[in-house]
Structures are given as structure tokens and as C-alpha cells.
């Protein structure tokens, strides 16, 4: 089936959208992307056909998950979010953002009955995915947080906030997994502070790829997993169905 975008009503006055991917022949699993930064794709339809901003690294890194048996399922901002900046930390953490996603979650379980699903998210993206792990509960199958924002952003920041900081993972009942580039610059994502976690969790670490082309906490750096995508989501995918999967990607 073509690509699509669905539409859903959420809260009173307020939708929530998400793209669909193609579905692979061999489809196993639903993997529910969480997108970085305000999580604003700008998700729209340009003469019948989707568009959105694909620099993001699991945007960009798509087809990747389809290829080897997973559905996608984007999410964009939901529309009271759109302007300015998009998500804030407060937002990602908080009742809406989990009331929207609970829609998109009971759509895709209509969708595809008896598939799990799957919650990934990165940078940012990562404070939805653990948050509404916890709140999901056994409603998923497991998370995934890959470049997690493990510390709040100063307030100098264009978009200050708590980031997971505060956040306790031991809330989230699904099993969880983390990875993240042990190159990783970004201050608020420290590769520190997965190692760390790397003793109640499995960790995937990722080593090398491409020289960056962004700033250490944009998409075109060791923190997206540049040069690193598709080695990156197979060992995600691989971890999602419990097939053996490499705690290093090098």
C-alpha cells in the first residue's frame, strides 16, 4: 500500500498526524518514531503526495525499519503545537502528548492487529518514548531511546527544559533499550551516562561513521549516526524481534 498521512482527532479542537510508511511483505512489528528537536516534521500533502523535513535520524532512517520487516509510524507535532519552536520538554512529559499518542497507538493496534509496537525515540524524541513507555505500560512492546536526552538544557538554550533528568527508568514496565555513539558531543546527551545505565539495561554503542556535517546536537553528527544509520536500526530491529542482536556497532 502507498504511503499516507493519518489524521486524527484527539483533544477537543486539536489533531494528531502521523506518516505511515509503506509496509514490507514480511511485516512483523510497528516501531511508533519519535523525531528530535520541537518533533515538528511539518507534515503535509504537496500535489497528492506526503511531505515532511527528513534530516532527523530516524526520518531519514526510515526504510530501514521497513526493509527488515517494521511499519513505521511518525509522529509529528500534534496541531496546537506547530508554532514557534513545537514540543517542549513540559509538553513530551506531560497528559496531552500522552492522550494524542494513546489515539495514534489504539489506531495502529486497529491497523495491524496483533502486531507489537514499539516506541523509538531519539534525542528529544526520546523524552515522549520513555514518558509514554511508562504511561503506555503493557499497551507496548518495548522502547527504544536512542541519543537520550539524559540532562536538562541550560537556560541559555533557544528551548530550555528538563529533558529526562528527573525522569525515573525504572517506571517504564516494557523492556527497554538504550543506544547511543559513544562519539556523541552533544552536552545534554552524554554517551557517560548511557554507559552507566548499560548495568540494568542493554546498551547498543556505536562507533565511527561519517564526519559531521551539523553541530554536535543536530541530526548530521555522530548523535543522528552519521554514516552509522543502517547498522544503527538493524540492531534496533533485531532487538525488537528477539533475534540476537550486537551490544557494539563498529
Known amino acids: 500500500p502507498a504511503q499516507e498521512i493519518i489524521t486524527l482527532a484527539t483533544r477537543p479542537g486539536v489533531t494528531q498526524s502521523y506518516f505511515l510508511t509503506s509496509i514490507p511483505k514480511n511485516l512483523q512489528a510497528v516501531a511508533v518514531l519519535f523525531p528530535g528537536s520541537g518533533g515538528s516534521i511539518q507534515l503535509r500533502a504537496e500535489d497528492g503526495k506526503p511531505r515532511f523535513n527528513q534530516g532527523n535520524f530516524l526520518v531519514r532512517s526510515r526504510a530501514e525499519f521497513v526493509k527488515r520487516g517494521g511499519v513505521a509510524a511518525i509522529i509529528d507535532a500534534p496541531s496546537d503545537q506547530q508554532a514557534?519552536?513545537?514540543m517542549t520538554d513540559e509538553f513530551r512529559l506531560g497528559?496531552?502528548?500522552?492522550t494524542d499518542i494513546s489515539a495514534v497507538v489504539e489506531d495502529l493496534g486497529k491497523r495491524f492487529p496483533g502486531l507489537p509496537v514499539f516506541l523509538v525515540g531519539t534525542s528529544r524524541g526520546s523524552i515522549s518514548a520513555a514518558s509514554l513507555g511508562a504511561k503506555l505500560g503493557q499497551r507496548v512492546a518495548g522502547v527504544?531511546?536512542?541519543s537520550t536526552m539524559f540532562r536538562q538544557t541550560s537556560r541559555k538554550s533557544k528551548e530550555p527544559g528538563a529533558g529526562l533528568s528527573k525522569f525515573d527508568f525504572a517506571t517504564v514496565r516494557p523492556p527497554l533499550l538504550f543506544v547511543h555513539h559513544v562519539s556523541d558531543q552533544c552536552?545534554?546527551?552524554p554517551y557517560s551516562d548511557a554507559a552507566r545505565l548499560s548495568e540494568k539495561y542493554p546498551l547498543v554503542t556505536v562507533f565511527?561513521?561519517?564526519s559531521p556535517q551539523s553541530g554536535p546536537c543536530d541530526a548530521f553528527s555522530a548523535h543522528g549516526y552519521l554514516g552509522k544509520e543502517s547498522e544503527t536500526v538493524e540492531q534496533i530491529v533485531n532487538w525488537m524481534?528477539?533475534?540476537p542482536f550486537q551490544h557494539e556497532v563498529k
Open 95 to 98: 497528559d496531552s502528548h500522552h
Open 84 to 86: 514557534g519552536w513545537g
Open 208 to 210: 565511527g561513521g561519517a
Open 241 to 243: 524481534l528477539k533475534k
Open 187 to 189: 552536552e545534554t546527551t
Open 144 to 146: 527504544v531511546l536512542t
